[in-house]
Every structure is written in structure tokens, then in C-alpha cells.
């Protein structure tokens, strides 16, 4: 973990500036990288296919897309009780995350600037896209009386080092994700109408296409640095960011399964769609996806989350710290444990099928 910006002192909140919440191993991060590496990536191998997407990004297609309708203008004093808390927190998730993104790629656009000026422009493009996200979000968040100040946030959060190898795979991953994620749900919404109780869904169709273009972008990276795809060590830590992605994902969703059942959605499905997604389309950019289908893959996945539930239950009883932590141990050793086994499970070779394909 690296500080890049001071820390302020906390401040009484604002009236109706809500308090993130607390930063968990599960909470979205704020990154920063390497900026000198990323600066002289040897992008031609794919330039070709990134001087398309920077086309697209200009053309901006959602431009006039993320704009308050009607639909807003009214009261949601109605929704209260769990869903009202469950919504608020899946808004702010999300805002966080978003933002993390803006934040990254208006660095990287920021440093990359006269020295490779096509990444540049396109961080700086990505960079437009997740301001927005975030800022419909927190406007989101305004309407049940709560927002997030964001340059607050920017200033107090933790900032984490990433190799710009590791940013590559896990913007590239929680892009993707990001598309299954709002794309499953905007489809679910369409059958259920009835379930649709905030207009924000609506909007999730044309949205998760930004998010779908910026995992392409990320993919042309990917396949530009043949290290990231063609060694054994590049499968090895694609195995290691899909599972920490999948992992993170399951606990999360069922960390916030009320959110789920407000919308109609069952959890573990919804989690499950998400991944299995995400996987398929991880396998056309990384050299290995992981098998899915495996019988234990769902389950210890599924045994993980519910440790964490475990976890969190201890967390929030009364009771000294160090008991606790005593009680919460075999659990996050628990957790550890099936991770390594699902770590270990035979991964389908991607570049393999590729072969066979052609
Ligand atoms: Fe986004
Ligand atoms: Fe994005």
C-alpha cells in the first residue's frame, strides 16, 4: 500500500455528504502505477486495433445519455428499511468504483502526455466516461439524501501500487465484469418490469457499453505486450486476477443479497451468470481461463463467501477485539485454504483453443 496524496484530518461530515464507508479487503481501490513503464509500452503490435478504439471513444456515442429525465424528478422516500440501505450502499460500491477508474485513467492521460500521445488520449477518453458514471451515481445517491464528497474521497483514500502489468489485467477484468454486471441486470429488469423500483436500471443498457469498449481497449494493451499472454508466468497470474476478481465478486454479491432480492434477483445465480460471463470473455484476451464448470468450482467459491458471512457477523457482534480476531481466524484461514484449491484447479488453455480454431 502506497500513499501518493496527504492525508487530511477528518472533518465532521456535511449535512447530506455521507462518510464512505470503511475501506475492506473487499472495498473498490484507488490505484496508481508505474507511469515511466506505461509511458514506454511498445504498442505497435496492436496499433491498429487501439488507433479503431481511440475512433470510437471520439465519437462518444453516450454523450447525450447520462441525463436526468423525469423519471428522476420525484420522491423515494418510499423505498426505506433494508432495500433503501442495501440500494444506498450498492450506489456508493459503485460511485467508488467508477471513480477509482476516473481517477487512474486522468492520471495516466495526465503523464502519458507528448510521450505517447495515442494512450493519452484515449486514457483521457476513458477518464470523460467514468466521470460521468460516477457523477450520475452520486447524483443517485442525492436523491435518497446522501452523496459522497469525491474530492474528499480522492484526497483521504488509500492509494495502492500496481505494477502497470497488474493494472492491465485488473482494469481489463473489472471492465469486463463491470459490462456482465449491469448488462445482466438491465436484462433481468426487462423481463420484471415490475421489480424496476429506480429509473438508474434504465439507463444500465448504453452504459455497459462503455464499459465493454473500455475492456477492449484494455484488451489491445493486453495483446500488445506479448509477456502479459505468451509465458508461463503470464498464466500464471492471469489465473491468479481471475480468481481474486471471481472471488471478490462472489463475497460481495453475497454480502449485499438483499440489494439482489429487491431487484428479484437471486444472488448465488446472478453471481454465478456474472462469472461464468466473464470468464468466457476473459479467455479471448488472457492465455488461460479457469474452468468454471469444474464440480468444486462453485461450491468452495460459494464455502468462501460463507465464512465471510461468518466473518462479517463476528465483526459486527459486541465483544473484545482480540476474541474477535480469535474466532475470526480459522475462518479467514478457511477462506485461504479453498482459494489454493480453486488456484489449483486446471485451467482451460485459451491460446490452445485459439490454435485449434484456426
Ligand atoms: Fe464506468
Ligand atoms: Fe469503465
Known amino acids: 500500500m502506497v ?33 515511466e513503464t506505461a509511458a514506454n509500452l511498445d504498442l505497435s503490435a496492436q496499433e491498429t486495433e487501439l488507433t479503431a478504439m481511440l475512433e470510437e471513444m471520439r465519437a462518444d456515442y453516450n454523450r447525450h445519455h447520462f441525463v436526468r429525465d423525469e423519471a428522476f424528478e420525484q420522491s423515494w422516500e418510499h423505498i426505506g428499511g433494508e432495500s433503501r440501505r442495501a440500494f444506498i450502499e450498492y450506489l456508493e460500491r459503485s460511485c467508488i468504483s467508477e471513480f477509482s477508474g476516473f481517477l487512474l485513467f486522468k492520471e495516466l492521460s495526465r503523464k502519458l502526455k507528448g510521450r505517447s500521445p495515442l494512450l493519452a488520449e484515449i486514457f483521457q477518453l476513458m477518464a470523460r466516461d467514468e466521470a460521468r458514471h460516477a457523477g450520475f451515481l452520486n447524483k443517485a445517491m442525492g436523491d435518497f439524501k446522501v452523496s459522497l464528497d469525491l474530492a474528499t474521497v480522492t484526497k483521504t483514500r488509500t492509494y495502492t501500487f500496481f505494477p502497470i502489468e497488474w493494472v492491465i489485467y485488473t482494469v481489463y477484468l473489472s471492465e469486463k465484469i463491470g459490462y456482465w454486471r449491469y448488462i445482466i441486470i438491465y436484462r433481468h429488469l426487462q423481463k420484471h418490469p415490475e421489480n424496476q423500483f429506480y429509473p438508474i436500471f434504465r439507463k444500465f443498457e448504453s452504459w455497459c457499453q462503455d464499459e465493454n469498449r473500455h475492456g477492449d481497449i484494455f484488451k489491445a494493451l493486453l495483446r500488445s505486450q506479448p509477456q502479459l499472454w505468451k509465458t508461463w508466468k503470464a498464466r500464471l497470474w492471469s489465473r491468479f486476477f481471475l480468481l481474486s476478481v471471481f472471488a471478490t465478486h462472489t463475497l460481495t454479491v453475497h454480502e449485499r443479497a438483499s440489494f439482489y432480492d429487491s431487484l428479484g434477483l437471486e444472488a448465488t445465480e446472478f453471481d454465478r451468470q456474472v462469472v461464468r460471463n466473464t470468464n468466457e470473455t476473459a479467455g479471448r484476451a488472457f ?41 475470526k481466524l480459522p475462518l479467514i484461514a478457511a477462506i485461504v485454504w479453498n482459494l489454493l484449491l480453486l488456484y489449483l484447479i486446471e485451467p482451460i488453455d485459451t491460446e490452445a483453443l485459439r490454435e485449434t480454431v484456426r
Open 287 to 327: 492465455p488461460v481461463m479457469l474452468n468454471t464448470e469444474h464440480p468444486k468450482f462453485f461450491p468452495r467459491l460459494q464455502r468462501c463467501s460463507g465464512y465471510n458471512l461468518k466473518i462479517s457477523e463476528i465483526e459486527r457482534s459486541s465483544g473484545p477485539k482480540l476474541v474477535k480476531l480469535i474466532r
Open 3 to 35: 500513499n501518493t496524496l496527504p492525508q487530511s484530518t477528518p472533518k465532521q461530515p456535511k449535512a447530506g455528504i455521507k462518510e464512505p464507508s470503511q475501506e475492506t479487503i473487499l472495498t473498490p481501490r484507488f490505484y496508481t502505477t508505474d507511469f
